[in-house]
């Protein structure tokens, strides 16, 4: 890898060259599905701390700068993941059930107004988002295999 991230194209090509990644090598590391999960329940967490928010960027900093240089070969799956159907289907369910459990909330007079309360929800959507990107990684990675394009 010459320090680029590769294109779909470049994969393939390597693939017919017969220098086929391994799934360890492609599988993300859990602090990724942690900052995921973080990132989904931040709405919640920033209403629920509103001083946070500069922890929120340090995050946001930190992941960029390691997932640039200590995960360069596994930031080809991440950018397969970001591209499927299937990410953009869990993205926008996720935000629908955000959106929905708290019209739900506010319908029947139960609104999510304390800091408790958005915590929860906070946890709720991480630990929702985790599970999703945990199964879609799981497909990926065995699709890839399947298809020749990865090695067991």
């Known amino acids: 890898m010459n320090g680029t991230v590769e294109t779909a194209e470049q994969v393939e090509a390597e693939a017919a060259a017969g220098d086929l990644p391994k ?9 990724y599905f ?11 967490l920033l209403r629920a701390f509103p001083s946070a928010w ?5 995050l946001v900093a930190a992941n960029i ?13 991440a950018k397969l ?4 159907k299937g990410t ?9 059930i955000r ?7 506010a319908a029947i007079g139960l609104a999510a107004g304390s800091a408790t309360t ?24 065995a699709a890839l295999v399947a298809s020749g394009k990865a090695t067991a």
Not at 23 to 31: D, K, Q, S
Not at 34 to 44: L, M, N, Q, R, W
């Open 54 to 58: 500069p922890a929120v960027v340090v």
């Open 118 to 141: 958005h915590v929860l929800f906070a946890l709720a959507m991480s630990a929702l988002s985790v599970g999703l990107m945990l199964h879609t990684q799981r497909t990926s990675l």
């Open 81 to 84: 993941l970001w591209r499927g």
């Open 34 to 44: 942690a900052f995921e999960g973080t990132v989904a329940g931040i709405f919640d």
């Open 65 to 77: 700068a390691v997932s640039l240089t200590v995960m360069r070969r596994r930031l080809r799956l």
């Open 23 to 31: 799934v360890a090598e492609l599988r993300l590391p859990g602090w």
């Open 99 to 105: 959106i929905g459990a708290h019209l739900l909330l």
């Open 88 to 96: 953009r289907r869990i993205m926008f369910t996720l935000v629908g």
